[in-house]
């Protein structure tokens, strides 16, 4: 699996690189939908935020490969171009960064209701608080088909955190 994983990462380098990405997008003319959930610059133990930076680096990416628009523009467009479209999921807060790196950046927020009238967190930022506020060495949940993690110390409980965050989702 790990072999695969790099595999993959090494082909993901070579064509990046090498500029054939790059000319299969422009001459796609095809529209791309972009999709985050948060943007923070601090380690993200469930790896749903992208840093300010990197994302600056995605928009000034767009504008060189065509145009960054809403989804308006990108379904009712009549004439061909690549264009792009930026979601974000679960209505973060730090989404209003968004607005301190350009103006007028066009994007879709996708508001997650939550847990009404209650102040209850969503699921994995819970598990977060839970994992690493625990005081025990080991937590063993093979009887939901999942592993047993050890939490015996800050990065055992943040690689269980990550690795209990993919299983659930599978």
């Known amino acids: ?17 090498s500029g054939l990405n ?9 529209h791309y939908i972009l999709m985050f959930h948060r943007i923070e610059n601090e380690r993200d133990l469930l790896n749903i935020s992208i840093p300010v930076e990197y994302l600056k680096g995605i928009i000034q990416w767009t504008k060189e490969l065509g145009q960054l628009v809403g989804m308006t523009d990108m379904i009712e467009a009549e004439q061909d171009a690549v264009r792009f479209c930026i979601t974000f999921d679960d209505g973060f807060e730090s989404v209003k960064k968004l607005n301190e790196l350009e103006k007028e950046i066009p994007y879709i927020l996708y508001l997650a209701t939550g847990y009404i009238e209650t102040s209850r967190k969503f699921w ?14 080991e937590i ?10 050890n939490l015996s110390s800050v990065g055992n409980k943040e690689l269980a955190i990550s690795k ?7």
Not at 22 to 30: A, D, E, G, P, V
């Open 1 to 17: 699996m790990l072999i695969k994983r790099w595999v993959k990462y090494v082909l993901a380098l070579i064509f990046h690189y």
């Open 22 to 30: 790059r000319r299969k997008i422009i001459t796609s003319n095809q």
């Open 124 to 137: 994995a930022i819970e598990l977060e608080r839970i994992i690493m506020s625990s005081q025990v060495d």
């Open 140 to 149: 063993n949940l093979s009887s939901f088909q999942l592993s047993s993690y």
């Open 164 to 170: 209990l965050n993919s299983e659930v989702k599978k």
